[in-house]
């Protein structure tokens, strides 16, 4: 993170790959954890959104992190909604506004 994670250039030419197999590997909680440190250098450039689909594709996963079958069986017998994973974006974007407000 240290090595990839100072500059927006930088992290899309190194950083994005290693979040991507973190993500692809379903460590939900260091992806978010990183995306916190960054988020504020994505909101100030949005065009790395556009240029990166492995960025969308990592939002799409934490988004539905939360919808697996087994998690789905589960919220059949007791249902939480919204569940961790999207309760930590929820955290994550209110966190980036309040810093991008302050």
């Known amino acids: 993170m240290t090595n990839a994670g100072h500059s ?3 992290f899309c030419s190194v ?4 979040l991507y197999i973190l993500s692809i ?3 939900h909680r260091p992806v978010v954890a990183f995306l916190n440190h960054l988020f ?3 909101v100030t450039c949005p065009d ?3 240029n990166q689909p ?3 594709e ?3 996963r934490l ?3 939360d919808l697996t079958y087994y998690k789905r069986a589960k919220n059949l017998l007791a249902p939480q909604f919204p569940g961790v994973v999207l309760k930590m974006m929820a955290s994550l974007i209110e966190n980036t506004i309040w810093k991008l407000n302050g």
């Open 25 to 27: 590997a379903d460590q």
């Open 8 to 10: 927006v250039p930088e």
């Open 54 to 56: 492995k960025l969308l």
């Open 15 to 18: 950083g994005m790959d290693l």
């Open 63 to 65: 988004i539905q992190a």
């Open 40 to 42: 504020p250098l994505i």
């Open 48 to 50: 790395v959104l556009y």
């Open 58 to 60: 990592i939002f799409q």
